[in-house]
DNA sequence: TTGTATGCGTTATCAG
DNA sequence: CTGATAACGCATACAA
């Protein structure tokens, strides 16, 4: 076996004539090594071409290097979302090059949430966790602090946390598309949201309700689970009601699609009837007729800079929040000038 | 801290009057240990409620617990697919409930796919990987192999493997999409593959062919890289050329989608104009207008039997090949019976 | 049937 | 100031 046969550190000493303590002093840097010594060891190592074993390693400073990232969406939703593809992606970006391992984890049905985390915190198989979708009153901001584990969180929780942030302001994605459609003339509009329970949901919808208010539009506002599903029942129930919105801003692709869809089954032509915007600028939108117009967010580069932070946090570096560039509204076809009169019912134009 | 203060091996060892040795063998079974040496170890074990330690398991008996998944595509595929959430959901299933756990490497621009395979198994990160989207000679097998790891491979591969293979026959699926438009009326159909170089993509385009030829259909293949881009660029060529099919058979939902936005775009009606079908049945394919016809796979199903799968090569089992249940295809309204007579340019229909 | 020694890298403790 | 030693936690080959 090619493992069995690597050089240890006690090969390196021998070779060196010292003792293991030694060469550990000698190859982390540590001070109490007299020059001799040290190039002698450092010779030995590099002549044996010893590496650490990370699992001696991984007991002695009982850490594990590596980094969790729990999932608590269903597939459905996730499979809809481009986020976390492009977020691992960035994390990968840096987690390779540091010698740290991305562990991922599901809530499957049956193991509740804290129990995953406790999992993962059990014999330390992750140094940190990486929190996204972050929910009202977050009750894992104090389980993962209480398991002794590290932590990132995505956006500021809106409780007390010991742990850095990365936040991107979606509320301004929200806003650009709010403007966009009272630039177009706009005045009765609707946003369908995601779950009140999470953060980032909540905090698009507040900003669509105040810049809203801020262009004098009546505005409305329909709450979702986020689901396909959702979007197409909460369209269908503007589309169908007595004052129908003549633009509907959603808060992700995915319910934008279905609404779309929606839309074109009551006999709308979009954006001539209606105009739409969704968010998170998925790929698939620039190809759907009309292509969409979406709020989009650098998911890549949002990963990468979390992972850094949790890399720092490990380090002992003390808790910071960091902002990201704000999302630009990619406007492509889904939008377009108001329609002169409101329409009265489905299918009637004007 | 509360890792500090764990009972350890020595702890119940004093505790039962044994030496660690023998605790050991007691805790794991072995022969070798009277049954009441083994009654009392097994007490104090319990009372001082011991648990071993992951870290210093896994030093000993060489093993990480820990198995890998490396995504080779771009962010942007992956975020289309809606394979891999399901998949790994399927995964998490049985690695959550035997003390393994999944490790996700993404394959970053400027480290390549073997020096990832490589990073993973120095030091042994994981125990064993598994192997997607297999390729024609994939190189993987060979790398995985020397590198002395384990492996199961989705489907099975074109050359020689030691590993286990789980296999779902996508053929069946494209076999059922085609009779179905046999059974619709056409006969001039195209089929928009993925690479040549992927196994499961090849094996599509060839069910395809088979399919239509059996059914005295004329069939063209289209081949792209599965992204929605090369999906839609291989609609548009397929609709402007001289004899334009009546259906198209994609190779995935994304492409489907994408063409579905060119044909509309192209002045044609789905499915009166010109009928199509996905392949993985995404969710958001029931919420188009019209609503997707779809080859349907239990990517769930795929990931649980998956992970049993390298669960018993792990234990030592040999290698064996699973098969699992047909696709089926879903009947949604993106198909429909074949225009009278074909068209001859677009846009004017019969 | 049971005890002992060894392996793995780090670090607290002790000796020169 | 430099360096050696032992302990950490588990499994296991070997000795008794």
Redesign the pocket.
Same mark, same amino acid.
């Given at each position: 076996m090619a493992e069995?046969s +690597?050089?240890?550190?006690?090969d390196v000493?021998r070779r060196a004539? #010292?003792? *293991?303590?030694? #060469?550990?002093?000698a190859?982390?840097g *540590?001070?109490? #090594?007299?020059?001799?010594?040290?190039e002698r060891i450092l010779a030995a190592a590099r002549e044996l071409g010893?590496t650490?074993?990370m +699992?001696? +390693?991984s007991?002695? #400073?009982g850490r594990s290097f590596a980094c969790g990232l729990v999932i608590g969406r269903s597939p459905d939703v996730i499979a809809a979302d481009p986020f976390f593809p492009s977020f691992i992606a960035g994390l990968e970006d840096v987690f390779s090059t540091s010698g740290l391992v991305l562990v991922l984890a599901a809530v499957t049905p049956g193991r509740h949430e804290e129990q995953t985390y406790r999992d993962l915190a059990h014999d330390k198989r992750v140094d940190g966790v990486i929190l996204t979708d972050l929910r009202v009153g977050d009750p894992r901001i104090g389980i993962v602090d209480g398991l002794g584990l590290s932590a990132v969180t995505l956006g500021v929780p809106d409780v007390d946390s010991p742990f850095s942030s990365v936040s991107v302001d979606d509320g301004a994605g929200i806003r650009h598309a709010v403007d966009h459609l009272a630039d177009l003339g706009h005045g009765e509009i609707a946003h369908v949201a995601g779950p009140e329970t999470m953060l980032h949901a909540a905090r698009r919808a507040q900003a669509f309700a105040e810049t809203a208010r801020a262009h004098g539009m009546r505005a409305r506002i329909m709450t979702t689970d986020f689901s396909a599903a959702e979007g197409a029942a909460a369209t269908r129930a503007l589309l169908e009601g007595d004052e129908p919105p003549t633009a509907i801003v959603y808060s992700n692709d995915h319910m934008a699609v279905a609404g779309l869809g929606i839309a074109q089954r009551l006999g709308l032509t979009v954006p001539r009837d209606l105009s739409i915007t969704g968010f998170d600028d998925t790929d698939l939108g620039r190809h759907l007729h009309p292509a969409l117009t979406s709020v989009a967010t650098d998911a890549r580069a949002w990963g990468a800079v979390a992972a850094q932070t949790i890399l720092e946090a490990l380090a002992g570096t003390p808790a910071k929040h960091l902002d990201l560039d704000e999302p630009t509204l990619v406007i492509r076809e889904s939008t377009g000038a108001a329609p002169r009169r409101p329409r009265r019912s489905r299918g009637s134009t004007a």
């Open positions: 069995a +690597r050089p240890t550190i006690a000493a004539g #010292v003792s *293991k303590g030694l #060469v550990s002093f190859l982390n *540590k001070p109490g #090594v007299s020059p001799a010594s040290r010893w650490p074993s +699992r001696a +390693r007991l002695s #400073v």
